[in-house]
């Protein structure tokens, strides 16, 4: 039983173009939500992060909704560029302030940035 | 400043065998996590200490695995005896206080025969 899905293994997107990232969750005690990047080869690097008492994060290209009533979450990437290209996973938490809870991810998106 | 270290980065081992992973955590990071990650199942959690201490092993699959942090720069996932269904790609990553962002290391790549 997967508590946090990204339903779309791939997305292909042409450069310059947003890049939309969907994640869906099923425990509603999660209340931190990440998205990391991975490259092949290489371990997960955190990209950004949204709490539950925010709607919307923002970090340069890079933005993050939270939509709580409809668990959902998406990574917004505008504009797309060709680095950008990667394994997208989506991850969550509940909130420990330093606890030591373990992350639960989805099983990733693979990015494809078209030039 | 270096990351989390892990090693080997690879390990090919037949089956029965005793297989040793190894992660150095960022200095100054008081938790560590293990995770696996294979095609079916995505990035699942194994195990993770807090201040050295395991916390939570739910994740481990089964007996065969154990894992250990002597001290605050050391750990160690371990499987005996090796099955052909553990291939998968070992990550370790670690957590400064008062954080929820980890950082994890480049992997273990795992091939049991």
């Known amino acids: 039983d997967q508590q946090v899905k990204q339903n779309s293994p791939s997305l292909s997107v042409q450069e310059g173009r947003i890049s939309i990232l969907n994640c869906d969750y099923t425990?509603?005690?999660?209340?931190?939500f990440l998205w990391y990047k991975k490259y092949p080869a290489e371990g997960p690097t955190f990209l950004i992060s949204?709490?539950?008492?925010?709607d919307k994060n923002e970090d340069g290209r890079f933005t993050v909704f939270l939509n709580k009533s409809a668990k959902h979450l998406s990574l917004h990437i505008v504009p797309s560029q060709p680095g950008d290209s990667a394994v997208y996973f989506c991850a969550a938490n509940i909130y420990s302030g330093g606890g030591a809870d373990g992350l639960t991810f989805g099983k990733g998106t693979h990015l494809i940035i078209q030039p | 400043d270096a990351g989390v270290i892990q090693s080997p980065r690879h390990e090919v081992t037949e089956m029965g065998q005793e297989v040793t992973l190894r992660c150095k955590p960022i200095s100054g990071h008081n938790s560590l996590f293990w995770y696996r990650q294979t095609m079916m199942r995505g990035l699942e959690l194994l195990i993770y200490?807090?201040?050295?201490?395991?916390?939570?092993d739910s994740g481990m699959p089964e007996d065969r695995f154990s894992a250990k942090m002597p001290n605050a720069s050391f750990s160690t996932l371990k499987i005996q005896p090796s099955e052909p269904r553990d291939s998968a790609v070992y990550f370790c990553?670690?957590?400064?206080?008062?954080?929820?962002?980890?950082?994890f290391g480049p992997g273990t790549r795992l091939t049991v025969l």
């Open positions: 949204i709490s539950s008492i925010k």
């Open positions: 200490f807090n201040n050295n201490v395991p916390i939570d």
């Open positions: 990553a670690s957590r400064p206080p008062y954080e929820d962002e980890q950082f």
């Open positions: 425990n509603s005690m999660f209340d931190y």
